[in-house]
Each structure stands twice: as structure tokens, then as C-alpha cells.
């Protein structure tokens, strides 16, 4: 299983972006994803979380500025980011609890995409 993300980019003060993060592989069930993101000297941090029945969970900062959706047709997760702030400045990892089939066998694990940096800045 592979997860590819991408969106990052650099974005002023106030303004969006819209991460993705999609999982390939033979897939039987993606049973949660979700973003984490790490700053500069800081430790790993969970932002937003979505089961593939839709309910979801935020980090107090992320709340009412985010939005964490799913495509499970697609096995995709979204994360739009609203009126971005300089301390949302970090590395975004995407990240999935999924069951999938390898190797002969199916699996659930936890599984990581590589990261997509993200700047706020003027």
C-alpha cells in the first residue's frame, strides 16, 4: 500500500490550500485517515482524523478553519485549510489505518505518506 500526497504549497496569510492524499493498493477497507504535520523543531502532531463512515476529528487549532473530507470511492482524503496562519507552517503527513492485501495475506496496518510542505508566509 502506498499513500501519495500532495497540495502543498506556499500561501499568504489568511488564505487556502487543499491537501490530498490518496491510497493504492489492493485494498479490502480503509478504515481511518488523517493529516499530521510537523514544524520546525517540533514534534509530530495530529490535525484532523475521518473514518470511512465520515466522522471525524479535530485538533483544537484545526476547528473551524479545516475541513477533513473522503472520497472513499477513491480512497482519498481531502484536507482544506482555511485562513492559514503562520504557525501552520509544517510538514503535512498523510496517514491511514487500512487493511489490504500483501504478500499472500491481508493486513492492517498503519500506513504513511511521504510529506508536502506547507508555508505560510507574506
Known amino acids: 500500500v502506498q499513500l501519495q500526497a500532495s497540495g502543498g504549497g506556499l500561501v499568504q496569510p489568511g488564505g487556502s490550500l487543499r491537501l490530498s492524499c490518496a491510497a493504492s493498493g489492493i485494498i479490502f477497507r480503509i478504515n481511518e485517515m488523517g493529516w499530521y504535520r510537523q514544524a520546525p523543531g517540533k514534534q509530530r502532531e495530529s490535525v484532523a482524523a475521518i473514518s470511512s463512515g465520515g466522522r471525524t476529528n479535530y485538533q483544537d487549532s484545526a476547528k473551524g478553519r479545516f475541513t477533513i473530507s473522503i472520497d472513499n470511492a477513491k480512497n482519498t482524503v481531502f484536507l482544506q485549510m482555511n485562513s492559514l496562519e503562520p504557525e501552520d507552517t509544517a510538514v503535512y503527513y498523510c496517514?491511514?489505518?487500512?487493511?489490504?492485501?500483501?504478500?499472500?495475506?491481508?493486513?492492517?496496518?498503519?500506513?504513511w505518506g511521504q510529506g508536502t510542505l506547507v508555508t505560510v508566509s507574506s
Open positions: 496517514n491511514a489505518d487500512i487493511t489490504y492485501y500483501s504478500g499472500g495475506a491481508w493486513s492492517r496496518d498503519d500506513c
